[in-house]
């Protein structure tokens, strides 16, 4: 009888250990999952300043793209051309998706940015408005043109004149950094009012003031104005104006600002620039 009672016992010790086994077991395996879970969870914020009414548009394209890979893509919208560089600097920012290159360049070069270019994506071609002219040829002698007062668009605008025509630049001179200066000849001794804040100018037409006045792309079409269709003279698509995806040094390697980029890239979103914009916004991939 006690053989078989110390039998008994042995037998139930044996089956609690395995049940604590399993139990244990059990608890690891349900552990592995959450973890795994967890790390499947996982995902990446992408905050990224863009340029209201046109470069927060484009990016929101690209925001269902970059979710089911695990990137939440957060867009700041900006009406400035100031702020987005001094909050990327901040670390507000891990990009920004408003400026070309020669004004990423200047702000370099005068601030001390440690940035870089990620990736062009598109170029506004930058427009000569009128609301008292239908072309350049009837601008009178002495005409005013209105154009932004900010430094790293002024060869851009005198190239798009002396293209048109109605100046001649200096030989020999980078035309991106052109000044006032460097025009050597103006048939038309045309008045250029370079003291306008590059946000006032959609107003400053609408209003009538100048003769003629110069918008870039991206404020004109946040204003209604189509480029195509209102503009009486317009930039060519071979700009080097290119707009692009702007970082701070240390993340040009960041995978999710190249995975960003490379979206941007793709056919689907060049496709979509062409369809809303009608080749007033030009993609490029580069």
């Not at 798009?160 to 052109?178: M, P, R, S, W, Y």
């Not at 707009?243 to 999710?256: F, P």
Request: glycine share 6%; net charge negative; aromatic share 6%.
């Amino acid at each position: 009888m006690k053989k078989f009672l110390s039998f008994l016992l042995l037998s139930v010790v044996v089956l609690a250990l395995a049940a604590c086994g399993a139990d244990k077991e059990e608890t690891n395996t349900s552990n592995s999952a959450a973890d795994e879970g967890d790390k499947s969870s996982e995902k990446t914020t992408l905050t990224v300043g863009a340029s209201n009414g046109l470069h927060d548009l484009i990016l929101e394209q690209a925001q269902p793209i970059l979710a089911e890979e695990g990137i939440d893509l957060v867009i700041e919208p900006y009406q400035d051309y100031v702020m987005p560089n001094q909050d990327l600097e901040s670390g507000d920012l891990d990009a920004n998706y408003f400026q070309h290159i020669p004004y990423l360049e200047t702000e370099i070069a005068d601030k001390g940015y440690d940035f870089v270019n990620a990736g062009g994506i598109h170029i506004e071609p930058m427009g000569i408005y009128s609301t008292k002219y239908k072309s350049l040829d009837e601008l009178p002698e002495g005409a005013t043109i209105i154009f932004s007062n900010n430094p790293a668009e002024q060869g851009r605008f005198l190239s798009l004149l002396e293209a048109q025509g109605l100046i001649k630049l200096k030989d020999g001179i980078d035309k991106t950094a052109a000044t006032l200066d460097d025009i050597v000849e103006n048939p038309k001794k045309l008045n250029i009012d370079v003291n306008s804040a590059p946000e006032m100018l959609v107003t400053y037409y609408e209003e009538g003031e100048g003769d003629a006045v110069v918008i870039n792309s991206n404020f004109a079409i946040d204003a209604g104005i189509n480029p195509m269709e209102d503009s009486i003279a317009i930039e060519g698509s071979e700009s080097p104006y290119v707009n692009i995806i702007a970082v701070r040094a240390e993340d040009k390697d960041n995978k999710a600002i190249k995975r960003l980029v490379e979206v941007l890239h793709s056919d689907k979103i060049q496709q979509f620039i062409l369809d809303e914009w009608g080749g007033a916004v030009v993609p490029v991939n580069e």
